[in-house]
């Protein structure tokens, strides 16, 4: 499932997947969260794959895939947070192919990552993904 996260900071919107995620998560809970952003065109949105998360249903990546080609032009950050080095080496392959800036946190840096997406981080600038 996946669960909205309280106490974001302002403009931004927070995710955490839990067991399995499905496809009925992205409709029923994802797609109503993002469509004001959307709207805006400033998607800054948290998802955080914590020790709870399992699993996607197939499904599930496909509505993903969807949401996030449907409004290219809507997402300007993406921070994941997870200790799953899968997860970051994904990104390090596929990441081009993600709008927006996005960028990889492990879980004890969960306030790093709400920082990062408002512009509030100090040690780094988003010129650093041309490695």
């Keep these: 499932m996946i669960r909205l996260i309280d106490n974001m900071p302002p403009g931004t919107l927070g995710l955490e997947a839990v067991g399995k995620v499905t496809a009925d998560d992205y409709r029923d809970v994802l797609r109503p969260a993002v469509q004001d952003a959307i709207e805006r065109k400033d998607l800054r949105l948290l998802y955080v794959l914590g020790k709870e998360f399992d699993t996607y249903e197939p499904g599930a990546a496909w509505a993903d895939t969807k949401l996030f080609a449907g409004h290219l032009g809507s997402w300007k950050r993406i921070a994941i947070v997870s200790d799953a080095d899968w997860i970051e080496h994904s990104l390090q392959t596929l990441g081009w192919m993600v709008p927006g800036d996005i960028k990889v946190f ?16 100090d040690d780094e600038d988003d010129e650093d993904d041309d490695d």
Aim: aromatic share 6%; net charge negative.
């Design 106 to 121: 492990e879980t004890d840096e969960l306030h790093e990552a709400k920082m990062w997406l408002v512009g509030l981080d």
